[in-house]
């Protein structure tokens, strides 16, 4: 690589027109693959953006040697980071406008989950897609007791609606509602037919 410039070993200007800033002396300088990089070969390397503005605000986009991408409020903290791994953080509420979300993972189980503040591995709540098969699908609802996640709500693939506090107790039953305990073969069945608009409360 020729450079053209090379301004203390910070400043670099390829054949190609492409530019690197940072920490590049030849023993350290990246091959250049688009046509402004900014570099540090042991640290974090970051860019500015700041508006001058009455409420403008300093924000730095930065790549740090863990790996991280991330946008940061100057002064304030990390607004985005994504981590190696792909995994993105988000500071405040995100808003989508005119737009979708669409969750979908290799297991066929994507979830949402609700942890606490400050351990973010520790689900205090949980929403699941449970795929049955190609063209099946349920809705799980979960809460955390006693330091377990169960799950108390299921929406079926048919509309029924089943209630518990024990994953192991639901069931594919025709009623609407059921209402499981955990334990015990004693349970609520609520049904309605539109057929003959009859409706039926089942105890056992």
Request: net charge negative; glycine share 10%; proline share 2%.
């Amino acid at each position: 690589m020729a450079n053209l410039s090379n301004i203390n070993n910070y400043f670099i200007v390829d054949t190609a027109g492409q530019v690197a800033i940072g920490d590049v002396s030849s023993a350290t300088l990246p091959t250049l693959q688009t046509q402004l990089t900014v570099y540090d070969h042991t640290g974090t390397a970051g860019v500015i953006i700041q508006s001058g503005g009455a409420s403008g605000k300093k924000y730095e986009l930065f790549s740090n040697a863990s790996g991280t991408f991330g946008i940061s409020d100057i002064g304030v903290g990390d607004r985005l980071t994504i981590s190696s791994g792909g995994d993105a953080t988000f500071a405040g509420d995100v808003t989508l406008s005119n737009g979708n979300i669409r969750i979908y993972n290799s297991s066929n189980a994507p979830y949402i989950d609700f942890t606490e503040s400050g351990t973010v591995s520790d689900s205090k709540a949980r929403i699941t897609m449970d795929q049955i098969d190609t063209n099946n699908g349920t809705l799980l609802f979960a809460t955390e007791n006693a330091g377990t996640l169960f799950n108390q709500v299921k929406i079926t693939q048919t509309g029924n609606l089943l209630l518990s506090n024990d994953a192991a107790s639901f069931n594919t039953s025709n009623a609407k509602l059921n209402v499981l305990p955990a334990s015990s073969g004693i349970y609520q069945q609520w049904n309605y037919s539109p057929s003959n608009d009859n409706f039926s409360l089942k105890l056992k």
